[in-house]
Every structure is written in structure tokens, then in C-alpha cells.
């Protein structure tokens, strides 16, 4: 609502008083009674409330509330009434809402201070029709912050004659509407929403009778009627109603101009802060209280907000759009999912990419991330992603292929969800989709298959959306749903379906749209990003073992100790042994099939050997071969000599190993110390050491026959880079 409400926001401004104000410096004061004199300190807290620095402010308020309960003297508590009262219409602006803040500290810890004569005294002192006229401005202030001073002690609505006034208070303040713009008209809203239902009944509706009837006249007013619709529903009736509107709701047909007319003027009123009016949120609700949301959504919304054409009512579109989605009912999620205010904003993602434009798309981010952590429904959930990732831009959806809102899906839905992505994948439903083309990629259309770069750009997000979920540590998943993620993305990267199979789930459903070397390439390298990703995947569960082991920050490998990347390896002999069922895209030659076997063959060897005895060679030799391995569906004739110039390696690190080992037992056998040197202690564990023996023996030996291969060096190369 308005500034005021935050006690910090009101307690940041500068204040002075009265006579003293326009004065750089202290002057004298005149103290007939002697108070002053007898504690300087008493003073000095009106001084800091005044002063520029919030945290002083702050303090100053805490510490004269402090004072007057200690001291219990009835001429300070009345000073101090007085000095604030005089602050609410202090010149330096900022100050005001500090002395209304303590003002309305001093009334709720006070409580046997009448408001009544509170509120006398304000308008007595800040009545403009008393002061002169430069200072007009200033009372109408004073009078305002006194109202919000009064409601912001908590009493207010405990005395009802207190609240009338305040009220007539507040409304004879709106012929000062070029200062105080809409704060008195919020502030009411403010003290309706703490009022009893009798107190409004008895006292207030017939003091608000004449806002209530002009609703449709301005925002603040159509807000105030819609607030009180809410608030005492047992009270405005519809035969009250139409006595005040003259029909017995608020969305009708005769009244959707109107609204519309409201509608565009708060939006505009927002333009700077970018925020949705209060008044919006509220005619939303209600329409959905009198049964009437499709009316307001098809007449008010898309064919009076949104054929407007102008940024502000677009934005307001969009923000309806958001702040709607936790409110309506399944089928209504549906209609305005499905709807013009979602093609448009689609439009708007496009056409804001170009610089200096207004991004409408992290705002809107925030309603869906706030909708699906709050909604228990998982239909709604489902239906929410499906509909803005079916948002699409010539088939390429609006939304990042990377959105931070999948956190909060809840595991049914991310596993339904996947299926979707993969079935989309494989047989692209464009009619499905709510797709549009601009008005400069209309004139730019080239002549050609329209559908295949449609399908190609909706594949070409898909994987990436693929990845992201495996991705993003915050998003709840279990493996199975990781490994079948990676193997849908490795198997269309690498493979064609011969023939169904039902041991590769990939062969069920072949793809309605066959892949082009390009979509394939593009695959291709979205897999080996995938397998960066899974090479740095921490474990996945809750278990305190788990936590355990993120804390030693194991990465890379599943719940029982295999590497991911073994596991694809494992998945991709099985699909090379499945000839009949499956087909690789780029089939090995005689010696790529070779060279494929002497990987398994090392790999299996040094698996046996790391059971035996755990080192970190063993393990690096063995991430080497797998990544090397997996590289030969990419790039098969660098790979072949990669894994040769591997397996010379570690044949010439094991003769180096052997030749040590003899020559530190010979070294050993004469002096008699223990091997490794040191004081004979457990030697230390290969994860922490510095660079271990066999480490350096590795280094040296892939330096030196890779090299003489490749003498641009092995990082230039595929796997070489990795361990």
C-alpha cells in the first residue's frame, strides 16, 4: 500500500519542528515550566527523530518511548504529544514520517492517552484553512500522517467515533490530491481491512457512501469498493449493491467499459514502479467471487486491456496473467494458458530481445516460480510447465531452456513432465503448440519446409531443457530418471531404431520426423556437456550416508560407487550389440570396433585391479579409457590413436611401477628404513597427497608417448583434458 505502513520507511525521513525548522542551528528554546531544563537528554531524542540516518531515527524513537516509561511524568508525556504532532508537518519532507512513526509508538504503549484528543489536536494544529498559504501543503501533510500515525498505534478501530473522523479526516484531504496523490484513499483501504464488520456497518458505510457509489470513477475509489466487498461480505450484499452501483455486482457487461477504463488508468499510474496494482489483484478476485471471471478475463482483459496496444496495459495483461494462476480453478488454468494474453506475451519475449527494451520475462518468471512452490495440485502443475514451454517462437519456446522454476515440481510431475519433453522430441506436436512468428521474421520467411525448421529448432530446446534438469542440484530426482535422461540424449546423438526392442526402451517410440546431420551434431555436442555435467554430479538422496559423502564432495558417480560415465560406456556396448535393433549413426570401422574392445578389455582390467588395490593412477587410467572411449562416436579416427597412445602408457607406467618397487627394495634392504621414507607412519591416503609416485609416472608417461603422436600436445585432443 503506501510507503507509511513500513514503521523503518516511516521512521526514514529528516524532520525539525514548527518555528525552529528553516533554522541551520539550534536556537533558543523557551521553557516556561522548566522541563527542558531539568534533562537536555529529553530533548535531544526530537532532534535525532529529525536527523537524515535511519538507524539513528530508529533509535531515537526506541529511546524516548524507553524514557517516558521511566519517567511517568505527565508535562513530559504531554511536550512530547505536542512536539510530534507539530513534526507531522514538518517542511524538510522526509522527516515526516519519522515523527508520525513515533507518534503512533508513543499512542500503543500509552494507551490511557485519548486518540480523540489526539486527533483534535492535529486538526487543530494542521487545519489549512488557518495557515498561511505556503504552508497549505505542509498542514495537508501533517494531516495525513496524523490519520496514519493513529491507525498505526493499533487502537484506532477500538474507537469507533475515532475512526469516522479519520475517515472524514481522509476524505476532505482529496482536494489535495497534486501533493498527496492517492495515499489518503490507500490509508482508508488500509483502515477498512482493520475493521470489525459492525464498525463498518454502524459507523463508516454511511461515510464512505458517496466513494463507494463513484467507484468506477478512479482507481483508489473502484479499489476502496473492492476491498469493503471482501472485507464484509455480510454487509454489501447484492441488494446493497444495487443501491450504490446500480447492479448487483461489480463484473457485468454494462459496467466492462468502465472497468477497462479504471483498469488502464492504475496500470499507467504504476508505469515507473512496475508493479501490479492493488486494484487489479482486487477486481480479479471478486470477478471470481460473483462467478464471473470469464467475462472479465474474455471483455475486460483481452478485449479491452490488451487491444489497447500500449506498454503499460500490456504489462498489466501480463501481470493479471501471473497473479492468476494460483487462484483459479483447473479448467480456468487452462483457458488462459491457452489464451491471446499468453501469445502476446510470447511476442513481447521475442521482440524485447533487441537492446533497450523492457523485459516483461524475469517478472513473470517470479509468478510461475511462486505458483508451482505453493500449489499442491500436480494436474496444475503439469499443465503450467506444458503451457509455457509449448510457447513457442517458430518452434523454439520463449522460456530458457534453463528455468529455475523446474525446482519446484514435485517428482510425479518432473517424471511426467520428462516424458513429455521426450515425446515431443520424438514426434513433435506442433499443432499442439501455441506458436506465432513476428512481424519481421513473416517478411524475412524464406521459401521451404516451414515444419522440418520448426522441429529442428523445438528439438534443438528440448535436450538442453534435458540437461538442465540433471543439471540443477535443486531440482528433486532420483538416478533412474538421470540415466534415462542420459540415454535418450546418447542414444538420438549416436543411434537410429532398426527395429523395436523392449530392453532398449529409446527403440519404443521411433521419431515421426527423422533427424538431420545437423540436429544430430547439435546432439552430439549437448551429450558431452551432459557428460561434464554427470562427472560432476553429486550423489542424489537424503540419507545421512549420502550427506556424508556430498561433504567429502564425492562427484561423479551413483549410489554404489560406479562411475556415470561407466554406466553410458555399458549402455553403449549394448546398443553396439543390438545390430538388429539398432544402428549406429556413424558405424565403427573394423579397427574402431577394435579399438572400442581394447577400452572395455583395459577398463575391465583395471576395475579388477582398483578391487585389489585403491590408487589414484589405477582410477585416472581408468576415467582416461571410458572418456576416450566415448569420444569414438564423435570423433573416431583421433580416438583410435588416443586409446593406443593410452594403452602404451600404462604399459610403460606399469614397468616404471615394477622397476621402483625392485629398487626400493634393494634401497630398503640396505638401510633398513621403511619404504616411502618418513618416520615409518601409514603412508598418505593418494586423495590428499601432494602428487603421489605414480601420479608423476602418468604425467611423464602421457607426456611422452602422446606427445610423439600428437605434438600439439594431449589436451587438444578428446579425454585428454579430463583427470
Sequence with gaps: MVCARSPRSMAGGESNMGEIETEPIRPKVTDAKGILKQNREFLDFFWDIAKPEQEIRLQAIENLVQYLKNSEKED???????????????????????????????????????????????KEKHDPQKVKKKLVRNAAFGNFFGVLSLSQSGRLTKEPRVVLESVQLLQSLAQFREHLKDLPRKTMVDILSETPEAVFEEVLLGALKSDL??????????????????????????????????????????????????????????????????????????????????????????????????????????????SALPLLSFSQLKCVLGGEVMKHYGEHVVTAQLPDRFK??????????????????????????????????????????????????????????????????????LDTCMDFSTKRQQQNQEKGDRTQHCVFRLRKWIVPRLISIVDNPLVKKEEDLVMDIARFIFFHAFFKVVKSNPVIPETESSLAVPLDEQTRSVIANSFF??????????????????????????????????????????????????????????????????????????????????????????????????????????????????????????????????????????VGGERGAPVGGGDGGDPPHPAVSAQSPHETGLQDCLREDVSTRHPEGPADHPGCSGP
Excluded at 478475463?297 to 504489462?315: C, F, R
Excluded at 538422496?541 to 564432495?553: I, K, Q, T, W, Y
Excluded at 549402455?571 to 570401422?589: E, N
Aim: hydrophobic share 40%; charged share 20%; proline share 5%.
Design 76 to 122: 513530559e508525556l504531554r511536550y512530547t504529544l505536542k512536539r510530534l504532532v507539530e513534526g507531522l508537518a514538518a517542511t524538510r519532507e522526509t522527516a515526516r514520517p519519522g515523527f508520525s512513526l513515533a507518534l503512533a509508538q508513543v499512542l500503543q504503549v500509552f494507551e490511557d492517552v485519548p486518540l480523540q484528543s489526539v486527533l483534535d489536536q492535529i
Design 213 to 322: 457509489s463513484s467507484a468506477f470513477s478512479t482507481p483508489e475509489q473502484l479499489h476502496l469498493l473492492l476491498v469493503a466487498i471482501q472485507r464484509f461480505p455480510g454487509v454489501l450484499k447484492p441488494k446493497k449493491l444495487k443501491n450504490l452501483l446500480g447492479a448487483s455486482s461489480v463484473v457485468t457487461a454494462d459496467n466492462i467499459p468502465k472497468l477497462v477504463e479504471v483498469l488502464k488508468t492504475a496500470a499507467k499510474s504504476v508505469k515507473k514502479d512496475r508493479t501490479m496494482p492493488p486494484v487489479g489483484l482486487d477486481l480479479l478476485k471478486v470477478a471470481l467471487k460473483e462467478n464471473s471471471f470469464d467475462l472479465f478475463w474474455k471483455e475486460a482483459v483481452i478485449n479491452g486491456l490488451l487491444k489497447d496496444q500500449l506498454g503499460p496495459s500490456s504489462y498489466m495483461c501480463y501481470r493479471l496473467l501471473g
Design 360 to 429: 516483461f520475462a524475469p517478472e513473470m518468471e517470479s509468478y510461475v516460480d511462486s505458483f508451482l512452490e505453493g500449489c499442491p495440485d500436480p494436474e496444475k502443475q503439469f499443465a503450467v510447465m506444458v503451457a509455457f514451454s509449448s510457447l513457442t517462437n517458430q518452434g523454439y519456446p520463449v522460456v530458457p531452456s534453463y528455468w529455475k522454476v523446474v525446482r519446484h515440481l514435485q517428482l510425479p510431475v518432473l517424471l511426467r513432465y520428462v516424458d513429455w519433453l521426450k515425446d515431443m522430441f520424438s514426434n513433435p506436436q
Design 529 to 666: 556437456g551432459l557428460l561434464q555435467h554427470l562427472n560432476h554430479l553429486p550423489l542424489m538422496g537424503d540419507s545421512p550416508e549420502v550427506a556424508a559423502l556430498n561433504e567429502r564432495h564425492v562427484q561423479g558417480v551413483t549410489a554404489d560407487g560406479t562411475l556415470w560415465i561407466f554406466c553410458i560406456v555399458q549402455y553403449a556396448s549394448v546398443l553396439l550389440s543390438q545390430s538388429k535393433h539398432v544402428q549406429a549413426a556413424r558405424p565403427f570401422s573394423k579397427e574402431q570396433r577394435e579399438a572400442w574392445d581394447r577400452m572395455l578389455q583395459s577398463v575391465e582390467a583395471l576395475h579388477k585391479k582398483a578391487k585389489k588395490s585403491q590408487n589414484m593412477e589405477t582410477a585416472a587410467f581408468q576415467q582416461l579409457f571410458l572418456l576416450v572411449g566415448i569420444h569414438l562416436f564423435k570423433t573416431p579416427e583421433e580416438s583410435v590413436e588416443l586409446i593406443n597412445d593410452l594403452q602404451n602408457c600404462l604399459e610403460n607406467a606399469q614397468e616404471k611401477k615394477i622397476q621402483k618397487e625392485k629398487g626400493n627394495s634393494l
